[in-house]
């Protein structure tokens, strides 16, 4: 061995130096604004009927295009290279297997054409278009004895009916009119409104078509609707013997705009009256939805709000009632965590959810007998007490065999979302979609850390140290609160947390009161009392890093997204501490918003009519105090987001610059809520950066990067 071992180190001696440099592994690299588009997103898993194998869906945005694209994928579940289902170019989502395996159904707008259900066989070929609707199909599921498909379609517009004549009329090999053609001929009406709930992000004005299920026929390729009327129905859910359907709808009340109220319900498959004859299965005046059939078809498990007055406050819980309707048994009222995507085992006994529980997402199952609650499978990394919440379980699908398999969807906090099996209690990863680029980076690894408030209250959050972190050395800090405020920061990977301490920030994720995954009180704590306990636990975050040694207290940034951006205006009218401040997707004066976004129902059950209780709305409201406000403030939205309009942040960008304060407005053309154009998440990140730099660090680099028009990495 030790003359093996000379001649190795002889012959590598007398290589040239860049042979030996080629052979050495780069050394890992922060992450940078880029690197957010070689992240791809795996989400959707699907298990075949006889478990064999698993297909998703994988997202990716291009900067080079400028878009977004989704593909199918296939993997065996006993590990394996990952198969190709769907072409690169078109968007392809929601895979489906039949019931026989032999097929896959998925969702895809080809031809430039209506969002249509496409069928590919498993053995390969090219997929086929099944359906041809005049309108998208929203969702499907496939009947399980493999016969039908139920559609969820919503009522198709004038112009589409009149397109879909033409289309079936036209020649078979005749041209289509040309786009300045088509335009000409295309008048702009304008929208009449008689709804109470007229208006919600990414679709805007509202009329009275609404969505309803319809039952097709996959060999005759005929359509029969089952459900109709002024209510959405959503959520279809075929019985174990392919007669009947669940579905989750607001039917019991005269108006479905004016409560939060949804119930199960269930209509025949073979029903030709449209539904006119419906069985109602809950009555809980709250919300019920998420249907799963228990396999004998006797139980329907859903999801429940037992407290309406509480909305998004209110803690979700598992409960079941019989198919036929009946007295509900809520299963989970002593675990007190949000629940959701129920599903049945096979024998029945046990039901699988995910909970929502100290800042993770964890798939558990319940025996409905004795009511046991337990995870369902062992953490698969960082199984050190001082991370509890190691894991993030996104979804998950499981078999209908005898033996069932489970494969979960789950992100780590140092990792984004990858398929995993379960298997004897223990996951086994499938997919290793982002492990090439994960290699080549150094991250920081998130911290679960605790602390208590100014009352004395135990709050929690995750913090990120900068990459160059050395003990005894303070390094300037960043406070993101997240949105909601009915949401959490789970233990799941982050980029925009990578990428400021990849700058050298330490960077604060705080769940504050009104946070999910700590019981319903902690939740409803700021129920109408919006920028006081969560404002005092966001501080108290900070107060600890400082304690820590960690954060700088002379450079601190404040900054956040939605709520996130509402909290940023809370925090800069109370406080003067932080040096810089970016408020996205913010507001400050709701009573500007009530009639203008989509909250009105919301503003009303929190805070009463606005000219009726104008005090709690004053209350909650940081604009009155915006004169206090000293922080250099960056606001952005996009103008077409009519979750937290624009408004918000043009309100408090005027008034600021009106006080002759330090401020900017950066408005998004075509951005809804959730950013979507890969170019503008890039100008945004770029911004962040700019911002910070110039006024936390004090660097002299302008607060405002250079313009520049998108480019792909190197």
């Not at 005046?285 to 209110?314: C, E, Q």
């Not at 911002?691 to 004090?698: E, I, L, P, S, T």
Request: charged share 20%; proline share 7%; with cysteine.
């Amino acid at each position: 061995m030790k003359l093996v071992s000379l001649a190795i180190l002889l012959a590598l001696l007398a290589l040239p130096v860049s042979a030996i440099a080629q052979s050495t592994p780069p050394s890992p690299r922060p992450i940078t604004i880029d690197d957010y588009f070689q992240i791809q997103t795996v989400h959707d898993p699907q298990l075949s009927p006889d478990a064999h194998w698993v297909a998703y869906a994988v997202d990716k945005a291009t900067l080079k295009t400028d878009k977004n694209e989704t593909r199918i994928w296939m993997i065996p579940s006993s590990g394996g290279d990952a198969l190709p289902m769907t072409a690169e170019g078109v968007s392809s989502s929601h895979p489906r297997w039949s019931p026989d395996g032999k097929f896959l159904a998925f969702l895809s707008e080809r031809n430039e054409g209506k969002t249509q259900v496409w069928l590919l066989d498993r053995q390969g070929g090219e997929a086929q278009q099944l359906t041809d609707m005049p309108q998208d199909v929203e969702d499907f599921a496939w009947s399980p004895d493999g016969h039908r498909m139920v559609l969820v379609l919503r009522d198709p517009t004038p112009e589409e009916l009149d397109a879909a004549k033409e289309k079936s009329a036209a020649p078979e090999h005749s041209s289509p009119a040309s786009d300045s053609e088509d335009k000409k001929s295309k008048s702009k009406k304008p929208w009449i409104i008689d709804r109470l709930q007229f208006k919600v992000d990414e679709v805007g004005y509202l009329d009275r078509r609404r969505t309803h299920l319809y039952v097709f026929d996959v060999a005759k390729k005929s359509l029969t609707q089952v459900t109709s009327g002024d209510f959405d129905d959503s959520e279809p859910a075929w019985s174990p013997d392919s007669k009947l359907l669940a579905f989750t709808s607001n039917r019991s009340t005269p108006d479905p705009d004016q409560t939060y109220n949804s119930d199960i319900w269930v209509v025949s498959a073979n029903t030709t009256d449209k539904g006119a004859h419906l069985a109602q299965v809950t009555t809980n005046p709250g919300i019920d939805m998420s249907p799963a059939w228990s396999p004998d078809g006797k139980w329907i498990a859903y999801v429940t709000m037992l407290d309406p007055k509480l909305f998004d406050y209110a803690t979700h819980h598992l409960a079941i009632s019989p198919a036929t309707g009946g007295p509900a048994k809520v299963l989970t009222l002593s675990l007190d965590r949000m629940v959701s995507n129920p599903h049945f085992s096979s024998d029945g006994k046990f039901i699988h959810f995910v909970a929502d529980n100290d800042g993770a997402l964890v798939l558990k199952t319940i025996h409905i007998e004795t009511g046991g609650i337990a995870d369902a499978a062992a953490v698969p990394y960082m199984t050190s007490a001082q991370y509890p919440g190691s894991r993030t379980v996104n979804g998950y699908s499981i078999s209908p065999g005898s033996v069932p398999s489970v494969v979960a969807q789950i992100a780590t906090i140092d990792r984004p979302d990858e398929l995993f099996m379960i298997e004897g209690y223990q996951y086994k990863q499938l997919t290793h979609v982002n492990d090439a680029l994960f290699s080549q980076l150094k991250l920081s690894h998130g911290e679960y850390v605790h602390f208590k408030s100014k009352d004395g209250t135990q709050v929690s959050g995750y913090l990120y140290k900068p990459l160059d972190y050395a003990p005894g050395k303070r390094y300037p800090t960043l406070l993101i609160p997240h949105g909601g405020p009915v949401w959490a920061y789970y233990a799941e990977f982050s980029h925009l947390a990578q990428l400021y301490a990849a700058n050298g920030y330490a960077v604060l994720f705080p769940n504050p009161r009104g946070s999910t995954g700590y019981g319903q009180d902690y939740c409803k704590a700021i129920f109408a009392d919006w920028g006081n306990k969560d404002f005092q636990d966001d501080m108290a975050m900070i107060d600890y890093a400082i304690e820590q040694g960690i954060a700088d207290p002379d450079k601190l940034g404040v900054g956040g997204w939605s709520y996130g951006g509402i909290s940023t205006d809370f925090i800069i009218t109370q406080t003067t501490r932080f040096k810089a401040a970016i408020s996205g997707a913010g507001a400050a004066e709701f009573s500007s918003l009530y009639g203008h976004d989509q909250y009105q129902k919301d503003y009303e059950t929190e805070l009463g009519f606005p000219w009726e209780n104008q005090a709690a709305w004053a209350k909650v409201s940081p604009f009155r105090n915006v004169a206090k406000v000293t922080t250099p403030t960056l606001f952005m939205g996009g103008n077409i987001d009519w979750n937290v309009p624009i408004l918000g942040g043009e309100q408090m960008y005027q008034a600021l610059k009106r006080l002759g304060r330090t401020t900017e407005l950066v408005v998004y053309p075509d951005e809804y809520h959730e950013f979507s154009l890969p170019s503008h998440i890039q100008d945004r990140l770029e911004r962040d950066l700019a911002w910070y730099a110039h006024f936390v660090k004090g660097d002299p680099t302008p607060a405002r990067p250079a313009e520049s028009s998108p480019r792909s990495p190197d």
